[in-house]
Every structure is written in structure tokens, then in C-alpha cells.
């Protein structure tokens, strides 16, 4: 039996996500295009947040034909170049490092640290190593207008208003794509003989057939969970948070847009906050074990009292959220993949979520099955793969924790040996005498790569192995190199806000590129 029909239970960004990419990808993987209907409940509300993403998602639009000038315009998009965490290694108010997502200069991880020390010992590492953080303290894009789109000068992403994002998306996988989008509340599901499933069955009445299904039903998790009662693995013991309160602020016509993420620790958690042309997008995560909501609003207040004293503190009406941290034992089982809040979920520190859904799609369409016998073939390895993968984001998000030296309850209780995941602990042994390097993270396509593991190392104070050798002249000669770099980048590179600001209006005429 070949894989004809593709049934998308879920209308938030994992299933337009899903829609595009395999309408547009699975035809030049199997010479065959599947039919794809997306059902989505028009009373059950997608989740709304998840505005920053990762670099992976600029193939992905590309991949499935979007324009970026336009994409930017139509979900109030802006480039995001990484990270900064402030106040997370002490808590002091000059306490801040970056992670940006352009890597440190290229060489071995000793040598690079060894050059670090010897030529630049007082500065933070992130600094020392890469031009992109001077590029975001300036608030510059990534990017000259004239250059080829999706390509920069320096790696990025974007930051966007998620609500806009899958109504986008939605558009153009329907528009342009050829998907069937059915608002209808899925209310049953039909098994075949083998424990497939057949259909599924809706309010109205309709009975959708499909050989695959994608459970993108948020934390409902309909099908992966309420069908097959798949195990949800709670990770909650490795990372507290499990509640954040969100807000949008409006933000004066003309002023400068952030390059990054801004994750802000406080007492019992961390404030995000992302800058978009039109609003900035605040939220304070936290430990419901450690804070009371009325205490995390008055945190989040302050915040925004501080870092936008203009916006009237009536005016705030934060969006109480409660997430589960974990994710299923089993993410495929039969003819059903899990993608999205389905799949799983660890809090959004570092933004691992979409990247995630982006992941799981591209294994799903590059090993497309073409028949139903494969699949369980392709369901063990992707399981497998995706255990790993979900067990790298729970341990470097960990370690952002694990090396903070504050003092609140909160944070001593993230650093409880108990807490730590054994893996995370023997490298954290490791990297006291040798940097993080690709040996540790031995994956091909590691989520997050060595050289994010150093910039939060040493960006947090974990501090330099005792021994190094001298540097080699060939990485003192890039650290040279990079001032230099940096110096012409700076004058280069326009800011975010000449590039999205008056160009980049909402309203521009909706382009499509062929995917
Ligand atoms: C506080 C917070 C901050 C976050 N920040 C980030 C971030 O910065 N970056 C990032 O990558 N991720 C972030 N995330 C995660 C991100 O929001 C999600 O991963 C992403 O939006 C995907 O959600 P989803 O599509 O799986 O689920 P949802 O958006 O919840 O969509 C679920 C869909 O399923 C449909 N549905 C449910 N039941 C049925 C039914 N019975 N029949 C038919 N349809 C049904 C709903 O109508 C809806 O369309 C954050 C999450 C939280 C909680």
C-alpha cells in the first residue's frame, strides 16, 4: 500500500509547518504527491506564542517557496541572532553574555580558548571569539538589503508573532500548495485491523481516511496520546519551570529593534523578551514550586516598568500559560508521527520547540516511506534518534541552570546533584579540563553544537581547563583578523530597523516564489 493520503490533525505551527514541508518537499523525494488535509477545531485555540526561532527556518521557508521580504512583512518578522542572558551567572546587574548563532573562529576548541586567554583574557568569551555579538549590542541586521535572500553576513533567524506565522503559513500551504484545510473538531478515530489508524471522524460529520497521520494537536495530543496512549515521559525533575505569563508591548514608531533574544533570570525563573517591528513580546517563565503567579506578574511588571516606562501598567494583561516538561516515550507508533506540543515540550529557554518540529518533518519527508511495510522500519530509527534529540535539549538547557552561582531557593534546587541527568554531570567534569568540543556531541547533526555548549560554558564563568598549550600563530593570526572583521561589519550593516522599518510594511503585496 503507498502512501497517498496525508491526514494533519492540528492548524498551530507544527501542522502548517507540516502541510508545507511535505507538500512541497515529500514530491521531490518520492516522485509522488500525496494528498494532504489539515483539520483543525475552529473552537480550540492554537498556542500563540513561540516567536523565536532558529537559523533551520530559513531553509524551510525557502524550501517551501515563501519570499523572505514578504514573510517579514506578513508576520511582523525581525532577525534574531542569537541570545543574550543577563543576570543568569550571578544575578549582578552587569552580568550578561551572549550566545550568538554564528560560531567561534575556527580551529581546534583548545587552541581557540588558549588564543582567547592570551590575547584577549578580560573580555567575555562570546566577544573575544565572534563578530556577532558586537553586531547585536549594536542592534544591526544580519544583512545588507542587496544580498541574496536568506543569505547574511552573519548567521540568523527570525523573531515573529507566531498568530501571524500559521496564518501565513495556512495561506500559502492552501493557496499555494494544494492543501485541503478542513475547520472541523476531530471527535473519533477509527483503527484498521493492524492497530493503524483508518480515519478519523469529525463534529460535522465527515469520516477522513488517511495511510498517514500527524498528531499536531498541541497538549491534547490527540491521536499520539488519547488514541494510542503512548507513555509521557516527565522531565520536570531536570528543569523546574512549568508556567510563564506573556504580554505584547507596544513599541514607538521608529525606535531600534533588538538583534537577539533578551532572557532575563530573576528569583525564580527568567523574563524573555523579543523585539519586533511593531510590539515586543514579553513573558516571565517560571517554577510554580518556587513562585506564586500574583508574585511572577508583579516580577514581570517591574520588568517592563524598567524597560518600557512608557506603557501604562494598566494597559498589561499578562496570558496565564501552564506547560507540562517532557515528551512521549515513543513519538511514531504505527501510522501516526507525532510534531509539535504532541511530540513534546521542555520550557523555551533557548527556543527549541520549532526547531524541533522543523527536525522531526525533515527526517519524517527525507526517508519518506513509500510503503506501509517500511514504516515501522522508519518509525525505530526516528524513534530512536528523537529520544536522543529530546534528551540534548533537556541537558543543555540544564546547563544553563547547573552553572549559575545565584543564590535564591530557585536556584539552588536547578543545581541539586539529583537534578542533573548523568550524562550532563560526567561532561560537566570533562569540560572543567578540556573545552567542549564535537567529541562530546558526536551526533552528525547535533541540535546544538559544540560551540554553543562553549558560549554558554565560558559565557557563564565555567571556567578554562588548568592546563593549555600556547596558542598556534595561525588562531592568534584570526583573533587579529576579527577586530577587523568586526570593525567592517559594524560600519557595513544597517540596523534592523532601517532594514524591516520603512521598507518592510504589513500590507505588502503577498509574493510566491515556486517551491
Ligand atoms: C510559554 C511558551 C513560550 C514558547 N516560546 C517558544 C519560542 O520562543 N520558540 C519556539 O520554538 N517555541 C516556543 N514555544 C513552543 C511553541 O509555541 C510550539 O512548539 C509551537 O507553537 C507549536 O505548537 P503546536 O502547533 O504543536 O500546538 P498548538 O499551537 O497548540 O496547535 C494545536 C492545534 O490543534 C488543534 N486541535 C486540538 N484538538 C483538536 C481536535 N480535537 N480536532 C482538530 N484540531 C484540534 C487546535 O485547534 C490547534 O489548531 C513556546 C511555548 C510556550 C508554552
Known amino acids: 500500500m503507498a502512501i497517498e493520503r496525508v491526514v494533519i490533525v492540528g492548524g498551530g505551527t507544527a501542522g502548517w509547518l507540516a502541510a508545507c514541508l511535505i507538500a512541497a518537499k515529500v514530491p521531490k523525494v518520492t516522485g509522488e504527491a500525496p494528498s494532504i488535509t489539515l483539520i483543525e477545531a475552529p473552537d480550540i485555540p492554537t498556542i500563540g506564542v513561540g516567536e523565536g526561532t532558529w537559523p533551520t527556518m530559513r531553509a524551510t521557508l525557502s524550501a517551501i517557496g515563501l519570499d523572505e521580504e514578504e514573510f517579514l512583512a506578513a508576520c511582523d518578522g525581525a532577525f534574531k541572532q542569537g541570545s543574550r542572558f543577563d543576570r543568569w551567572a550571578t544575578g549582578a546587574e552587569e552580568d550578561f553574555y551572549y550566545h550568538p548563532f554564528t560560531p567561534p573562529l575556527d580551529g581546534a576548541p583548545v587552541?581557540?580558548?588558549?588564543?582567547?586567554?592570551?590575547?584577549?583574557?578580560?573580555?567575555?568569551?562570546?566577544?573575544?571569539?565572534?563578530?556577532?555579538?558586537?553586531?547585536?549590542?549594536?542592534?544591526?541586521?544580519?544583512?545588507?538589503?542587496?544580498?541574496?535572500?536568506?543569505?547574511?553576513?552573519?548567521?540568523?533567524?527570525?523573531?515573529?508573532?507566531?498568530?501571524?506565522?500559521?496564518?501565513?503559513?495556512?495561506?500559502?500551504?492552501?493557496?499555494?500548495?494544494?492543501?485541503?484545510?478542513?475547520?472541523?473538531?476531530?471527535?473519533?478515530?477509527?483503527?484498521?485491523?493492524?492497530?493503524?489508524?483508518?480515519?478519523?471522524?469529525?463534529?460535522?460529520?465527515?469520516?477522513?481516511?488517511?495511510?498517514?497521520?500527524?498528531?499536531?494537536?498541541?497538549?491534547?495530543?490527540?491521536?499520539?496520546?488519547?488514541?494510542?496512549?503512548?507513555?509521557?515521559?516527565?522531565?520536570?525533575?531536570?528543569?523546574?519551570?512549568?508556567?510563564?505569563?506573556?504580554?505584547?508591548?507596544?513599541?514607538?514608531?521608529?525606535?531600534?529593534?533588538?538583534?537577539?533574544?533578551?532572557?532575563?533570570?530573576?528569583?525564580?525563573?527568567?523574563?524573555?523578551?523579543?523585539?519586533?517591528?511593531?510590539?515586543?513580546?514579553?513573558?516571565?517563565?517560571?517554577?510554580?514550586?518556587?513562585?506564586?503567579?500574583?508574585?511572577?506578574?508583579?516580577?514581570?511588571?517591574?520588568?517592563?516598568?524598567?524597560?518600557?516606562?512608557?506603557?501604562?501598567?494598566?494597559?498589561?494583561?499578562?496570558?496565564?500559560?501552564?506547560?507540562?516538561?517532557?515528551?512521549?516515550?515513543?513519538?511514531?507508533?504505527?501510522?501516526?508521527l507525532a510534531v509539535g506540543l504532541s511530540a513534546g515540550f521542555i520550557e523555551p529557554l533557548e527556543a527549541s520547540a520549532i526547531v524541533m518540529i522543523e527536525l522531526s518533518l525533515n527526517a519524517l519527508i527525507d526517508n519518506f516511506p513509500t510503503s506501509r511495510p517500511a514504516m515501522d522500519v522508519h518509525a525505530a530509527r526516528f524513534n530512536e534518534l528523537f529520544r536522543t534529540r529530546w534528551d540534548r535539549v533537556v541537558e543543555f538547557l540544564k546547563l544553563h541552570y547547573l552553572l549559575s552561582r545565584r543564590d535564591e531557593p530557585y536556584w539552588r534546587a536547578q543545581r541539586d546533584p539529583a537534578t542533573v541527568p548523568p550524562r550532563l554531570a560526567e561532561l560537566v567534569e570533562l569540560w572543567r579540563d578540556q573545552p567542549p568540543s564535537s567529541y562530546d556531541l558526536p551526533l552528525i547533526d547535533e541540535i546544538f553544537p559544540a560551540a554553543s555548549y562553549q558560549y554558554v560554558w565560558y559565557g557563564m564563568g565555567g571556567g578554562v581547563p588548568p592546563h593549555l598549550p600556547p596558542p598556534t600563530p595561525a588562531m592568534i593570526a584570526q583573533f587579529d583578523q576579527l577586530r577587523q572583521r568586526t570593525r567592517g561589519l559594524l560600519s557595513a550593516l544597517p540596523s534592523n530597523r532601517a532594514l524591516l522599518g520603512p521598507q518592510v510594511t504589513p500590507g505588502k503585496r503577498e509574493k510566491v516564489a515556486q517551491p
Not at 544583512?143 to 533567524?157: E, H, K
Not at 519586533?276 to 511588571?301: H, K, N, Q, W
Request: glycine share 10%; charged share 20%.
Open 111 to 336: 587552541d581557540l580558548v588558549s588564543a582567547w586567554q592570551a590575547r584577549a583574557p578580560g573580555a567575555p568569551f562570546a566577544l573575544a571569539v565572534c563578530p556577532q555579538p558586537a553586531v547585536c549590542a549594536a542592534q544591526l541586521a544580519p544583512r545588507q538589503r542587496s544580498m541574496t535572500p536568506y543569505s547574511g553576513a552573519l548567521n540568523y533567524a527570525y523573531h515573529v508573532d507566531a498568530a501571524k506565522l500559521a496564518a501565513r503559513l495556512s495561506r500559502h500551504a492552501v493557496g499555494a500548495l494544494g492543501v485541503t484545510h478542513l475547520r472541523d473538531k476531530v471527535v473519533a478515530v477509527d483503527s484498521d485491523g493492524n492497530g493503524d489508524i483508518a480515519a478519523v471522524r469529525t463534529r460535522g460529520g465527515e469520516r477522513v481516511e488517511g495511510d498517514l497521520f500527524i498528531d499536531c494537536s498541541g497538549h491534547a495530543a490527540l491521536l499520539i496520546g488519547g488514541h494510542f496512549g503512548v507513555e509521557w515521559i516527565d522531565r520536570g525533575g531536570v528543569l523546574a519551570n512549568d508556567r510563564a505569563l506573556a504580554v505584547q508591548v507596544p513599541v514607538e514608531e521608529g525606535s531600534p529593534i533588538q538583534s537577539q533574544t533578551i532572557g532575563t533570570a530573576h528569583e525564580a525563573g527568567w523574563i524573555w523578551d523579543i523585539g519586533l517591528p511593531s510590539r515586543r513580546g514579553i513573558g516571565c517563565v517560571y517554577a510554580s514550586r518556587f513562585l506564586e503567579d500574583d508574585e511572577a506578574e508583579a516580577i514581570l511588571r517591574g520588568y517592563i516598568a524598567r524597560t518600557a516606562p512608557d506603557v501604562p501598567p494598566d494597559s498589561i494583561t499578562p496570558r496565564r500559560l501552564s506547560f507540562p516538561t517532557g515528551h512521549r516515550s515513543e513519538f511514531w507508533r504505527g501510522n501516526c
